[in-house]
């Protein structure tokens, strides 16, 4: 019997709402998309990886990087594992694969790894939403369970987009940083969604969950017929 395997996007889905995660990965029935950056971070996120492997092809910083005393990770062949078949973690206790498919990857002193993920947005100014910050710090864990050495600090690149007066598209670069990632509680994490993936009762939901407080407004509508 071939293990589960659990995505870290799913694993997001759990922290974001027990009762989502459970319809979703355990019975099957998809919880409704929104229209996000994630969208357009789709289109960009092949062109910037092209782009960071010519730099590392090269043996070359990419100038965002200059002022940073960290590097493009080498291992292309590693990389490109991670990126498609993701950083798996096979829990010995869950009988679970966990993974995670990342961006990219820094290294500082040829050492230590940085989690690097790409981000697109169209608003003026770039918000970390905590679920960001999860991201890095899950992509972490499971570069730690593989016995790796990992900072506890994560680095997005983000591109701005927009339209000017002309209608003209431009752009903005920059690199944004984040200190203190905690990799430490996702064990904990993993049993509590575990043992939420084996329940056989329907989990509560997130006291702030739009997705399942139209369920209930639905479920209360026939009710009252």
Known sequence: MKPIKISRSKIELFLDCPRCFWLEVKKKIKRPEKFTATHLG???????????????????????????????????QKLEIWRKKGVEYFHPKHKIIYYGEIDDLLIKENKYLIP??????????????????????????????????????????????????????????KIVILENLNYEIYDEVLEKLKETYFSLQEPEPSENCPFCLRDFQI????KNE
Do not use: A
Not at 219 to 222: E, V
């Open 116 to 173: 690097f993920d790409f981000k697109t947005t169209l608003s003026k100014e770039f918000q970390v939403y905590e679920s960001y910050k999860r991201q890095l710090e899950i992509y972490g864990y499971l570069l730690k369970k593989q016995g790796e050495e990992v900072l506890n600090l994560g680095v997005f690149y983000v591109v701005r987009v927009d339209i000017n007066e002309n209608f003209e598209k431009i752009e903005e670069r």
């Open 42 to 76: 789709n289109k960009y996120d092949p062109f910037l990886k092209k782009v960071f492997d010519e730099y590392r092809r090269q043996n070359k910083k990419p100038k965002e990087l200059e002022e940073f005393d960290f590097e493009l990770y080498k291992d292309y």
């Open 219 to 222: 479920k209360n509508l026939y």
